[in-house]
């Protein structure tokens, strides 16, 4: 399995903000069109002001698999929603080694 972290950096203060969109509109709108859901964490020491989620993928070509996803008005609203909080956003690919719990 292939995972991509998806690390958020979001404006300072708007964490609990971006967290609720996430939760409340965009997680289930994801789980539509992306893998499987893995986890979503923020971050408490270190460098404040970030959300990581994880996405799981059989491989990078069903990462790269086209979706309507990006052309849905419901993502659309979503994305305007998250750019009051959001700065930036940086994803990579990570994959486990083999003893890793999580496969």
């Known amino acids: ?4 972290e998806r690390d958020n950096h979001i404006g300072p203060g708007k964490v609990g903000e971006f967290v609720a969109c996430y939760r409340y509109d965009g997680v289930g709108l994801q789980k539509n069109h992306l893998g499987t859901f893995v986890c979503y964490f923020t971050k408490e020491i270190g460098e404040l002001n970030h ?7 059989d491989s990078l070509v069903d990462r790269a698999a086209p979706s309507d996803h990006a052309r849905s008005p419901r993502t659309a609203g979503l994305l305007l929603t998250r750019r009051r909080s959001h700065r930036e956003a940086g994803p990579r690919t990570l994959t486990p080694t083999v003893f890793s719990p999580l496969q």
Request: hydrophobic share 65%; no cysteine; glycine share 10%.
């Open 1 to 4: 399995m292939i995972n991509e």
């Open 51 to 57: 959300v990581v989620a994880i996405w799981g993928y």
